[in-house]
Each structure stands twice: as structure tokens, then as C-alpha cells.
């Protein structure tokens, strides 16, 4: 068994978030933040469109590049490219913000994890990053669950 990693449930809303990357991935990420009110951006060469759809968000289409960072609470990265998610990671341990890479679990400070939310009520799946599958099924059967009368 892994070491369990504990749910720590913060205040977002109005904090700075950076997510580079515009894919599949950064747009579930992208999502799920967003119904936190943070005051994300999103870097990326491209943008997906769903992305750009989200209320609230800045998507900076353009290179990565660690001026970008600014104030952020933390940074997420989820590229495709494994020199660019290095770099991101390099570039907020140098300067203490937490970063998450999706590519690669060992380089994560904190976890992302699947979320289920009705009303006030905010469930957070985790596995730490070995059983997508899994946390896939248990978010879907608690947002089941949510959407039931209880």
C-alpha cells in the first residue's frame, strides 16, 4: 500500500490557479476548478475549447514559460510534453508552490482528485495515483448517491 495522502478541503475562491496544458486532461482539471470560483489561467500552445468556455477563465495560448506564474496558490501541469511538465515542476519547487504533475505521480506535492458536489456537500476521490479506474467508479457512485434524496 502506498502512503495515504490527507483530504484537505481549502478555500479557493478568488486565488490564483495555473494549469499548463489544453488538452483532455487540463479540461477536466479546468472544470472541476472551476465550480470554485479560483481565478485560474490556463498556458498552452492550444486551447481546447472547452476550456475557453468555462467562465472566469484566462487562457494564455502561447509557450510555457515560468514568468507566467505570478502569485499562484499552486500549479498544475498536463502536458504532453514530458521536458515542459519538468520544467514546470523544477520551476515551482524553486520557488515553494505546490505543483501537481499529471504525467507523473513522484513529482506531485499534493493530489487531484475526482469530485462529487451537491450543494454544500464536496466529496474528493483519491487514490493516489494508482487506480483511475477505481476512483472513477467510487466518484461516479457517490455523485449517484448525491443526486439521490437522501
Known amino acids: 500500500m502506498t502512503r495515504r495522502k490527507f ?15 489544453g488538452g483532455t ?8 476548478l472551476s465550480q470554485f470560483g479560483v481565478d485560474l489561467t490556463v498556458i498552452a500552445s492550444t486551447i481546447d475549447d472547452s476550456i475557453r468556455a468555462l467562465p472566469g477563465v484566462t487562457c494564455l ?9 505570478g502569485q499562484a496558490v499552486f500549479v498544475l501541469t498536463a502536458t504532453d510534453c514530458e521536458a515542459v511538465n519538468a520544467s514546470v515542476v523544477e520551476t515551482c519547487r524553486s520557488r515553494g508552490i505546490p505543483v ?7 513529482r506531485c506535492d499534493f493530489q487531484f482528485p475526482a469530485v462529487a458536489i451537491r450543494g454544500d456537500v464536496v466529496v474528493g476521490v483519491n487514490a ?5 479506474s477505481l476512483v472513477r467508479r467510487v466518484a461516479a457512485a457517490i455523485r449517484t448517491l448525491l443526486e439521490g434524496e437522501l
Open 7 to 21: 483530504p484537505l478541503y481549502i478555500d479557493l475562491d478568488g486565488k490564483p490557479v495555473v494549469l499548463v496544458g
Open 25 to 32: 486532461i487540463a479540461a477536466r482539471r479546468a472544470k472541476t
Open 100 to 106: 501537481n504533475d499529471a504525467s507523473n505521480q513522484t
Open 128 to 132: 493516489g495515483g494508482t487506480d483511475h
Open 61 to 69: 495560448e502561447q509557450p510555457w514559460d515560468p514568468s507566467l506564474l
